[in-house]
């Protein structure tokens, strides 16, 4: 089964507002990353937070880890309509370091 | 610089026809992995190889087998195809070790009929 599981499945905003996606993880792991993918595109990497990191940025994004409850938010702040695509968190576990598991993704639309 | 390249973009088999999906990576790096993409299924892991010569399965291996003769190539082949099969499958590579991000190729979109 997959390792994480993003919430919302589908997200919808206006341009300008900020938007948040969810990912829980089941098991423990070394480090969590978000992608992007356009559609019809590849994956694209858009930041990397380690086990023992809280929180971090990345110009308009935020990520923050919270290893007690197994979750990571990723916040996308002033979006854009470019920033449509679809959002994805992926693991990579202690004990399994060399697998990259994905969750399922959320679709972040923007409307101009 | 062009990074990840999967050959062919586009397949379409019959049912039975085998087939093999190229990717190849012009970074030097160790790791290598193919994922197949289903809607509302997000990624999941077929196979993966952590350096020249070798190979592991990954989540849904059955039906695939893989190999890495050289370090810069990861072929996926499909023996005998399923309409099971019928995905869009993407490589990516990574310089190796546990915090290295993946970079991805365009994807193959196979469709067995």
């Known amino acids: 089964s997959q390792q994480g599981e993003e919430d919302p499945q589908a997200l919808s905003i206006q341009e300008g507002e900020n938007a948040t996606m969810n990912c829980s993880y089941k098991t423990s792991i070394n480090n969590l990353q978000w992608y992007r993918q356009n559609s019809g595109r590849g994956l694209v990497h858009l930041i990397l937070i380690r086990s023992n990191e809280r929180e971090k940025h990345s110009g308009r994004l935020r990520v923050t880890l919270d290893t007690s409850k197994k979750s990571s938010s990723l916040l996308i702040t002033a979006s854009r309509a470019a920033d449509t695509a679809s959002y994805f968190c992926?693991?990579?576990?202690?004990?399994?370091?060399?697998?990259?598991?994905f969750g399922s993704g959320t679709q972040l639309t923007v409307l101009p | 610089n062009a990074g990840v390249t999967q050959t062919p973009k586009f397949r379409v088999l019959k049912t039975g026809q085998s087939m093999t999906l190229l990717c190849a990576q012009d970074?030097?790096?160790?790791?290598m992995y193919w994922y197949r993409q289903d809607p509302g299924m997000g990624l999941r892991l077929i196979h993966y190889s952590v350096g020249e010569g070798t190979t592991a399965k990954g989540e849904v291996p059955d039906g695939y087998n893989v190999s890495r003769l050289k370090k810069q190539n990861f072929l996926l082949g499909l023996e005998s195809a399923a309409p099971s099969q019928t995905s869009v499958y993407f490589c990516a590579s990574s310089v190796g070790g546990t915090n290295t991000e993946a970079f991805f190729g365009q994807g193959t979109r196979l469709t067995v009929v």
């Open positions: 970074m030097n790096h160790e790791y």
């Open positions: 992926a693991t990579v576990g202690r004990g399994s370091a060399r697998q990259l598991t």
